[in-house]
């Protein structure tokens, strides 16, 4: 029996018990994994899932502190939905198959990819000792996290990501009025020709209490700024600097995304990839489907995500797309879009705000 630990952690000081999502297609192997869990007062399994699909809509529901993750399983197997949690939405995942030995190919991919720990069930055992230890290996992973993510929590403001196309103009007027003027720092993805974007941002930066400018190259993401991506050159992307300890912004030179430079999807999707559940993503009014993808990998990630509503959106093609692909957590009418976005992103702020 092998288990592979990045770093030793003090499992008591942690005092609320660890919250498991078991990811197994064996019914047997997820039934002793969940006995031998369960035997450790430290632990708490909160579900089980039999694919990847199943453990993602899980992982949003349930937000479970570590992910027990099997390599073999139907269609998507271990490795590929470890590379696309790791992507998408951090977290401690602890690996346990027989496949994996203490230098094998398979437990180092895994490590490379992200994994905390990779835990070997042996095949020639009996019984719940198969899993004998997998318990601390859980406790500890929980305990990584901390170590690995609370310091871009601790510096970083939750940011806020807008897309719109037709009838975006007034929808994002109407939106940003609401906005104190020390708003969660927010980008915005307007379709619209360069020509026009200074002008609108000029406009926007005249009816709103926060500073309103357009995207430069590495500028930061901070309170009380709302930034507009400049259109037709580049693509307007979000990424985490460590050594500022901030988000900033990249202008990025790559072909058009669905017909679009910038497109709506290339920031969603960098937003997912750098903020998780450090993010609120919003689609309004807009034709086609430019930005459905990019808003479904933000909720898979973690992020808190908002959808206008049939009823006030000028074109309900945008919104339309992003609510049936399960993009949208929360369907709204535009009078009540500003409101929602402060109170997700800034929950501590509401009174102030009020």
Known sequence: MMQVHHKIFDPYLRHSPVSVLIVDDSLTSRALITLALKRDKRIQVVGTATTPLEARDMIIRLKPDVLTLDVEMPGMNGLQFLEKIMRLRPMPVVMVSSLLSPHGEITERARQMGAVSCFSKMPTLQGEDA?????????????????????????????????????????????????????PPTVIVQHMPRQFSENFSRRLNSISRPQVNLVTDFCRLERGQILI?????????????????SYVCHLVPRPTVNGHRPSVDALFLSVARSAGSRAVGVIL?????????????????????????????????????????????????????????????????????Q
């Open 131 to 183: 899993f004998a230890g997998l318990g601390e290996a859980v406790v500890q992973a929980s305990l990584s996290r901390t170590a690995t993510h609370s310091v871009k929590k601790d510096v970083s403001d939750a940011i806020v990501a807008i897309g719109a196309s037709t009838g975006g103009v007034e929808a994002l007027s109407e939106v940003l009025q609401s906005f104190p003027v020390d708003c």
């Open 229 to 245: 991506a400049p259109g037709g050159e580049a693509h307007t992307e979000i990424a985490y600097d460590e050594n500022i300890a």
């Open 285 to 353: 009014t807009g034709m086609e489907a430019d930005g459905a993808r990019g808003l479904l990998a933000m909720r898979e990630a973690g992020a808190k995500t908002i959808g206008q509503d049939q009823h006030t959106s000028v074109i309900y093609g945008m919104p339309r797309a992003a609510f049936e692909c399960g993009a949208v957590e929360t369907q709204l009418p535009l009078p009540k879009i500003g409101a929602a976005i402060l109170r997700l992103a800034d929950p501590h702020k509401m009174e102030t705000y």
